[in-house]
């Protein structure tokens, strides 16, 4: 079970103004999952009355980068370098939206970071209406480093 104190900070993050306005939730399923979703809202739906493109981009918008934080721990930099978003259908009711980064992924990541210096990951999130429908798919590139690169010898 995770600490109390984990537990409350990764509430507090649906309080952040930008997912908050949006009517975006996030939940931490484990370290390396989270689960979000968005209810169709007066504040983030279109003149057409759809999911406003900018709010299906913010619900997929950190959470790559935070599950990578955690999972390579204090020892790495990450930040989000680019991103890119393909509409696929109009996104109406709740959408969702699953992240996931295997362990064996953030192997690879910390392995090339320490063998390079850097290194710049692509994930990819499907977001999904009630029935399953793709609604948008999202690209996340991320930069991420140690932060001093071990001594050798």
């Not at 399923?29 to 913010?58: C, P, Q, W």
């Not at 680019?82 to 969702?96: E, L």
């Not at 499907?126 to 590139?141: H, P, R, S, T």
Request: glycine letters at 8%.
């Amino acid at each position: 079970m995770k600490p109390f104190w984990m537990r409350v900070r990764e509430r507090l993050i649906n309080w952040y103004p930008p997912l908050l306005g949006a009517g975006i939730r996030s939940r931490s399923v484990d370290d390396r999952t989270i689960d979000v979703e968005m209810k169709l809202t007066a504040l983030n739906r279109n003149i057409v009355g759809v999911h406003f493109g900018g709010s299906l981009y913010a619900m997929c918008d950190p959470w790559f980068m935070l599950i990578l934080m955690r999972a390579l721990g204090k020892e790495y930099i990450v930040w989000d370098k680019a991103a890119g978003i393909r509409f696929v259908k109009p996104g109406q009711g709740t959408v969702r939206a699953h992240f996931h980064i295997p362990q064996s992924r953030v192997d690879e990541i910390r392995a090339a970071a320490d063998q390079n210096g850097k290194v710049e990951p692509t994930f990819t999130v499907d977001v999904l209406d009630a029935e399953g429908n793709v609604v948008a798919q999202v690209e996340k590139l991320l930069y991420v480093r140690r932060k001093n690169k071990p001594q050798q010898g």
